[in-house]
């Protein structure tokens, strides 16, 4: 894997962005599949890799195709039991431009010029392209990532779920397996209602598989369509993108997958390590819960020795989760919130107020978004009266261990085991996100949009209010997801009146015009640790 220069790499580090962006191909005029083979004349390999990727810019182009190489790189007797199947659309020609000048205005030695050159001469004739081809080790990526393999017309639309649908029938088809695994990458932003707007298949869709040329992209309910409409059972889903965790995601895909591999916190730019991830599913055979933990172990050791601590938020994780859980756990968590409205809405005002200071005090996932750790913000909540809710919180803490999580690994930075999926927060039935610009003594506010139950919306820009609509409903949006029919977790978000956490712990300092607190009098990442310690 080639490494790439300081300058570049800084601006790469991290998967994490606006949108979650995949990929997808529509199905244009003109459009014709790779020829492949007959399933009936082939043996069955253990497991197929379905990878699905787009640049939505072209430095995460850069660190894409290093992950494509990966997938030439694993020992020869392991493509006897794995195959892969893979399509990948390069950024838009708009982005490239604006990043190719970006990079020529920053650079100041001779090598750093003769970097961009060589960046141009790789992707300029690649923009808006589209490749679909099954891995030949004999080649490599640059082979594959030719004329030969161009899928599609340029610039090819791919918001449309059918795209993804359409992928793995011919993944399927061009790579018979006994397991089939399919790999998202690119950016990712979990689960947020405005972002993820109600899914028909003739409605623009909005959060997933957003294209950089477009601006338009697949939902969570529409990412899990496409997925059943190919009519191909699979193994395990692997988001190689930020943020993906979410017990939301989780849940909506509980029925279409059995395995999902993805990361609470960040994914550096780096990525995944696929020539692990094929020796470690040929090794294992059938076994692919030791394949997947080894995996995971193996990804975040290598996070941990490459990044570490090289940026102020670098928390990495991730876990590996067994969906044949989640219907139990999600009793187990409607148990919990049962309590925790009921207790909520008494009258009794010690009590709320103890647990408005756990709201207060939530781990927050990242500092842009509303995602909250759930199973610590639950221990938090308990500790606020143990008598009333420690059962369920340890029904709730022993069924996600035992049924649930396959394995989990945190980066060394963060000193600690038991960060869990995250879960949408808010108050009022509403919540909010920021766009956060650091300096070198604290952390400012760009912009702050509360988005509302009824639609609207309340927004701050650089000091300006605003206000709008932001397309759809709660009620519309997130009161329909299978995790909040299983666990009426809205019924919370309406009933809470206290504003959580807005900054992650993550990062030091708080604006003082917004944090509810004193920053001194928020927990600190190693008072949760200890929490999760000491509680039995």
């Known amino acids: 894997m080639k490494r790439m220069t300081p300058w570049v790499l800084a601006a790469t580090l991290t998967f994490c962005g606006a949108m979650m962006m995949l990929t997808s191909c529509t199905d244009a005029v003109g459009s014709t599949d790779n020829p492949v083979p007959d399933p009936a004349q082939q043996d069955l390999a253990d497991y197929a890799i379905l990878f699905y990727g787009h640049g939505s810019d072209p430095s995460l182009d850069f660190c894409i195709v290093e992950n494509l190489d990966q997938l030439y790189a694993a020992e020869a007797a392991s493509y006897n039991k794995v195959r892969i ?13 604006e990043q190719l000048e970006t990079l020529r205005k920053s650079v100041n030695t001779e090598e750093q010029k003769k970097f961009v050159e060589t960046f141009n001469d790789m992707f300029k004739d690649k923009c808006g392209q589209t490749y679909r ?12 990532l030719g004329d030969s393999y161009r899928y599609g017309p340029s610039e090819g639309e791919i918001s449309n779920p059918d795209s993804l649908t359409n992928f793995i029938k011919w993944a399927a088809k061009a790579c018979p397996a006994k397991n089939y695994l399919l790999l998202l990458s690119d ?8 972002n993820d707007l109600p899914y028909s298949p003739v409605a623009k869709t909005r959060n997933l598989v957003v294209d950089s040329h477009t601006g ?22 692997y988001f190689d993108a930020c943020l993906m965790n979410s017990i939301e995601y989780l849940f909506e895909l509980k029925d279409a997958v059995d395995y999902v591999v993805a990361s609470s916190f960040l994914v550096p730019g780096i990525g995944g390590s696929y020539d692990a991830l094929i020796n470690l599913l040929a090794k294992n055979g059938s076994d692919i819960e030791s394949a997947l933990a080894a995996y995971n172990k193996f990804c975040v050791d ?6 570490g601590q090289a940026q102020k938020e670098s928390f990495f994780d991730m876990t590996v989760t067994r969906t044949s859980g989640l219907n139990a756990y999600g009793e187990k968590i409607r148990a919990f919130t049962d309590l925790l409205v009921e207790a909520y809405q008494s009258g009794d005002e010690e009590l709320c107020k103890k647990i408005d200071n756990a709201t207060a005090n939530v781990l927050k996932i990242q500092s842009s978004y509303p995602f909250y750790d759930l199973l610590i913000y639950a221990l938090t909540v308990t500790l606020a009266d143990p008598a009333r809710f420690e059962a369920a919180y340890n029904d709730m803490k022993k069924c996600y261990d035992e049924l649930c999580q396959v394995s989990h690994q945190t980066s060394a930075y ?10 949408l927060l808010g108050w009022d039935g509403q919540y909010e996100y920021f766009d956060w610009m650091p300096d070198d003594t604290e952390w400012k506010v760009l912009t702050n949009t509360i988005y509302k139950p009824d639609g609207t ?5 650089f000091g300006m209010p605003a206000s709008g609509n932001w397309g759809s409903t709660f009620e519309q949006t997130y009161e329909q997801t299978k995790f909040d029919k299983a666990t009426g977790w809205s019924r919370w978000i309406k009933a809470n009146r206290q504003r959580p956490t807005v900054m992650s712990l993550a990062t030091a300092g708080y604006d ?11 927990l600190t990442f190693a008072d949760f640790v200890q929490l999760l310690n000491n509680l039995k």
């Open 85 to 97: 199947a893979a399509q990948y659309k390069f950024s838009s020609q708009k982005a490239f431009q």
């Open 302 to 307: 290598r996070w941990d020795k490459t990044i």
């Open 216 to 237: 338009k992209g697949l939902t969570l309910p529409s990412l899990t369509a496409a997925i059943e409409a190919a009519g191909i059972h699979l193994k395990a889903l």
């Open 187 to 194: 950016h990712g932003a979990g689960y947020m209602p405005n």
């Open 414 to 423: 963060m000193g600690a085991e038991g960060i869990t999926a995250s879960v």
């Open 457 to 461: 919306c309340d927004m701050v820009s």
């Open 133 to 144: 081809f099954v891995v030949d080790p004999k080649m490599q990526s640059y082979d594959q």
């Open 512 to 522: 003082p015009n917004i944090a509810e607190a004193d920053p001194a009098a928020y």
